[in-house]
């Protein structure tokens, strides 16, 4: 087949003309994707979608009986309107793997949230609907109950609002609207028997996000080595992760951003839940023009429109200035929290990072030293192999039991392909002082 051929490069055909925009080159008739939504273009990926992945053990609720496991917060983060019911999560989980939700049928949430890959998709890139290829890395589901914002750029305020945006994405499950996504499954007897059971209504897009943020808020996944040692047992973790917990909150700097304070409300996330610029590949891309483009584009506020620019287009690259137009925003995103980051590589929105030695790499020589939007807490770290390896043994102890196995496979994959590929080491640059960061342009 003419896809394989060409082997891990990605094309982009021009819906009208079929030539690949990339390259030059014709595509067949075949490759050609008709121009349904407006958006012109899809970039199609030579690994193409593959069948939606099983619901099975991994995907089950998670019991509250985990050490580390927030009782009071995860109270809070339950909302009002949409109380738990095991009937609820059930039906929501159901509604998770479906993939008649999509245009075509082929694309589910767990597709690119697959629970045997701790809910990713293992790819740097979300591929969705007919192998179409999105801008942004896949996050995980688990813990995802307590972000304050969803997305990279936090354009969602709660799991309801966050589960409808995918659906009608063009580049993701591909529906016109939520209404079509509910035509097609209220033909289904099933279906409709079970939101009349649930929510004692017919099919409605508000129940239909309703019982899926459920399922998803029973995703909590706490219980790893960090919590045990935490806990009080000295023995949960290596020497080595717990000079990297240390370096974590002194030299590293991480606790700037991935706060971890028992005396905040959110005493068991890595995350401030804040946004910052930590200069992930800024510098390439032509910043005045797509914030012009966004401006012209895209109106405040309009989060349809925001969402298809943030997952098909370059301007995906703005980050939380499509949302906020603060200038201190551009390409800034949303702190991960780090629970079971081992087992969710490739790393950041974009997927640039393809180990967790290359994240350290990044913040070790403070990262983009052309980018005027940097954060000020990013600076050479002057750390050396052994502390990071400290802080890769760290962020290997945040594994849940359900991924140990995954996790250990993935810390000695990591470890592998970092003694040959260390894309991102900069060593005189880490070692070297804080260079003069250049003043934003004119827009
Ligand atoms: C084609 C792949 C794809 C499909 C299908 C998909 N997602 Fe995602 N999901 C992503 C990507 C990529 C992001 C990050 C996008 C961004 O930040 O702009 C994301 C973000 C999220 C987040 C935010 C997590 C966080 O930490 O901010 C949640 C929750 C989520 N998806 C749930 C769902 C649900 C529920 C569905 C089904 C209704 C779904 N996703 C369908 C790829 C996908
Ligand atoms: C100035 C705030 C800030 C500091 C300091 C910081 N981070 Fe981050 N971190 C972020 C943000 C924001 C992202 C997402 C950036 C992106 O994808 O563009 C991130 C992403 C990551 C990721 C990728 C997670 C994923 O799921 O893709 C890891 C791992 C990480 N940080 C670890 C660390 C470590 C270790 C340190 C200390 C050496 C650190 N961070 C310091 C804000 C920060």
Same mark, same amino acid.
């Given at each position: 087949m003419r896809l394989a051929k060409l082997g891990s490069r990605a094309l982009v055909f021009a819906a009208s003309t079929g030539v690949c925009l990339a390259c030059g080159e014709r595509g067949g008739q075949s490759l050609v994707r008709s121009d349904t939504t407006g958006a012109g273009a899809f970039t199609i990926s030579s690994q193409p979608l593959g069948p939606i992945p099983p619901d099975d053990s991994l995907a089950r609720p998670k019991s509250p009986h985990q050490i580390g496991f927030p009782i009071a917060l995860t109270d809070s983060v339950i909302p009002k @309107? @949409? &109380?738990q019911t095991p009937e609820k999560i059930a039906f929501g989980e159901k509604l998770f793997f479906e993939g008649r939700l999509s245009a075509n049928g082929t694309v589910a949430c767990a597709t690119c949230h697959n629970p045997r890959l701790a809910f990713t998709d293992g790819r740097p890139v979300a591929v969705g609907i007919d192998s179409r290829v999105g801008q942004r890395n896949s996050p995980t589901v688990l813990n995802a109950l307590y972000n304050q914002f969803q997305f990279w750029d936090g354009r969602a305020a709660t799991l309801e609002q966050q589960a409808g945006l995918p659906i009608v994405n063009p580049v993701e499950m591909g529906q016109p609207n939520l209404d079509s996504a509910i035509a097609r499954i209220a033909r289904i007897p099933e279906y409709r028997a079970g939101f009349i059971r649930v929510f004692a209504r017919p099919p409605n897009p508000t129940d239909l996000v309703r019982a899926i943020a459920s399922y998803e808020r029973s995703q909590a996944s706490f219980d790893s080595p960090f919590d045990r040692y935490m806990a009080g047992d000295s023995n949960a973790i290596s020497a080595s992760a717990k000079h990297g917990w240390v370096l974590f909150r002194t030299k590293g700097r991480c606790n700037l951003c991935h706060t971890f304070a028992?005396?905040?409300? =959110?005493?068991?996330?890595?995350t401030d839940d804040g946004f910052h610029n930590i200069g992930v590949l800024i510098v390439r891309h032509r910043v005045v023009s797509l914030v012009r483009q966004? $401006?012209?584009?895209?109106?405040?506020? !309009? *989060?349809? /429109?925001? !969402?298809? /620019?943030?997952?098909?287009?370059?301007? %995906?690259?703005?980050?939380?200035?499509l949302i906020s137009r603060a200038d201190s925003d551009i390409a800034s995103f949303k702190t991960p929290d &780090?629970? @079971?980051?081992?087992? *969710?590589?490739?790393?950041? =929105? !974009?997927? %640039? /990072?393809?180990? &967790?030695?290359?994240?350290?790499? =990044?913040? @070790?020589k403070g990262a983009g030293t052309h980018n005027p939007y940097l954060s000020t807490e990013i600076q050479p770290l002057a750390l050396n192999e052994t502390e990071i390896d400290d802080f890769v043994a760290l962020m290997a102890s945040l594994? %849940?039991? !359900?991924?140990? $196995?995954?996790?250990?496979k993935e810390l000695a994959r990591q470890r592998q392909v970092s003694r040959t590929s260390r894309p991102q080491r900069d060593s005189a640059r880490a070692f070297g002082p804080k260079p003069i960061q250049p003043k934003p342009p004119k827009f």
């Amino acid at each position: 087949m003419r896809l394989a051929k060409l082997g891990s490069r990605a094309l982009v055909f021009a819906a009208s003309t079929g030539v690949c925009l990339a390259c030059g080159e014709r595509g067949g008739q075949s490759l050609v994707r008709s121009d349904t939504t407006g958006a012109g273009a899809f970039t199609i990926s030579s690994q193409p979608l593959g069948p939606i992945p099983p619901d099975d053990s991994l995907a089950r609720p998670k019991s509250p009986h985990q050490i580390g496991f927030p009782i009071a917060l995860t109270d809070s983060v339950i909302p009002k @309107n @949409n &109380l738990q019911t095991p009937e609820k999560i059930a039906f929501g989980e159901k509604l998770f793997f479906e993939g008649r939700l999509s245009a075509n049928g082929t694309v589910a949430c767990a597709t690119c949230h697959n629970p045997r890959l701790a809910f990713t998709d293992g790819r740097p890139v979300a591929v969705g609907i007919d192998s179409r290829v999105g801008q942004r890395n896949s996050p995980t589901v688990l813990n995802a109950l307590y972000n304050q914002f969803q997305f990279w750029d936090g354009r969602a305020a709660t799991l309801e609002q966050q589960a409808g945006l995918p659906i009608v994405n063009p580049v993701e499950m591909g529906q016109p609207n939520l209404d079509s996504a509910i035509a097609r499954i209220a033909r289904i007897p099933e279906y409709r028997a079970g939101f009349i059971r649930v929510f004692a209504r017919p099919p409605n897009p508000t129940d239909l996000v309703r019982a899926i943020a459920s399922y998803e808020r029973s995703q909590a996944s706490f219980d790893s080595p960090f919590d045990r040692y935490m806990a009080g047992d000295s023995n949960a973790i290596s020497a080595s992760a717990k000079h990297g917990w240390v370096l974590f909150r002194t030299k590293g700097r991480c606790n700037l951003c991935h706060t971890f304070a028992d005396t905040t409300t =959110h005493p068991t996330r890595f995350t401030d839940d804040g946004f910052h610029n930590i200069g992930v590949l800024i510098v390439r891309h032509r910043v005045v023009s797509l914030v012009r483009q966004a $401006e012209q584009a895209i109106a405040k506020g !309009d *989060t349809i /429109a925001i !969402d298809q /620019a943030a997952i098909g287009t370059p301007m %995906s690259a703005l980050g939380r200035f499509l949302i906020s137009r603060a200038d201190s925003d551009i390409a800034s995103f949303k702190t991960p929290d &780090l629970r @079971n980051v081992m087992v *969710t590589a490739p790393y950041f =929105h !974009d997927g %640039s /990072a393809a180990t &967790l030695w290359d994240v350290m790499d =990044h913040y @070790n020589k403070g990262a983009g030293t052309h980018n005027p939007y940097l954060s000020t807490e990013i600076q050479p770290l002057a750390l050396n192999e052994t502390e990071i390896d400290d802080f890769v043994a760290l962020m290997a102890s945040l594994t %849940s039991p !359900d991924y140990r $196995e995954l996790g250990a496979k993935e810390l000695a994959r990591q470890r592998q392909v970092s003694r040959t590929s260390r894309p991102q080491r900069d060593s005189a640059r880490a070692f070297g002082p804080k260079p003069i960061q250049p003043k934003p342009p004119k827009f």
